[in-house]
């Protein structure tokens, strides 16, 4: 049996604490907030083993939130998910660049926002989501130089790019991908979360976060995913 863990949740409507407490109860303690500013001394305190925070906080909002944590030593290593009523394509990259793990849409119905709490508590969120193996040609631009790749894996959140292109991480790239199939050409912005260095004739590679998309092209990139996973169409794999 896995060992609960603490949760701490951090909204200004008492509603969605209430909500959040009594989806996540199974997977722990959960403690709340209706303060940003109360919450970070809460979570000096108690050690969340993951934060949820809303964007849209009234004190301090999602992304300052974040922004303070990671410049906290005692907080910055504890996992952050910004949550959002909003459909902009911004939001997810302001969360993202304050240094959130993911950003999730507060429309979620119970079981989708149980299940995403819970992979990032079993596996630390999406690094380790469902990817589909795919061999499709890319271009990556970044400071007005384009470069190729091939896209070899892919998930909702991030994709690993085969190329001889690779920026140090935290670096972001503009990509431009046509999926087989998906009859629209994605094109989205990412963070270089990882790297492999070209070396001698082996062609090297980078690990990608997505950053901002548009929100046709977000829903489509997940439908397209989820489809292959769960048809099994493509195979499915994680990154190691």
């Known amino acids: 049996m896995r060992p609960k863990r603490n949760i701490l949740v951090v909204d200004e409507f008492q ?3 209430d909500f959040a407490a009594l989806t996540l109860a199974r997977l722990g303690c959960v403690l709340t907030s209706g303060s940003s500013m109360e919450a970070l001394e809460l979570a000096r305190r108690e050690r969340p083993d993951l934060i949820i925070v809303d964007l849209h906080m009234p004190d301090l909002d999602g992304e300052g939130f974040c922004k303070v944590m990671r410049q906290d030593s005692t907080l910055a290593k504890i996992p952050v998910v910004v949550m959002s009523a909003s459909d902009l394509p911004s939001d997810r990259a302001r969360a993202l660049r304050a240094g959130a793990n993911d950003l999730l849409s507060k429309l979620l119905n119970r079981a989708e926002f149980l299940n995403e709490v819970e992979r990032y508590l079993r596996d630390g ?9 795919l061999e499709t040609p890319v271009r990556i ?40 199939e998906l009859p629209r050409v994605i094109q989205v912005s990412a963070r270089v979360i990882w790297r492999k260095t070209p070396q001698d004739n082996q062609t090297g590679g980078m690990g990608l976060h997505f950053l901002e998309m548009d929100g046709d092209s977000a829903r489509a990139l997940e439908t397209y995913v989820n489809q292959r996973i769960v048809t099994g169409s493509d195979e499915v794999t994680a990154r190691q």
Do not use: D, Q
């Open 141 to 180: 631009r970044c400071e007005r130089e384009e470069h190729p790749g091939t896209l070899r894996n892919l998930s909702r959140a991030g994709l690993f790019v085969e190329t001889r292109f690779t920026p140090l991480p935290g670096s972001e790239v503009y990509v431009e991908m046509e999926l087989p």
């Open 125 to 133: 969120g999406p690094g380790r989501l469902p990817r589909i193996k």
């Open 15 to 17: 509603f969605f604490r």
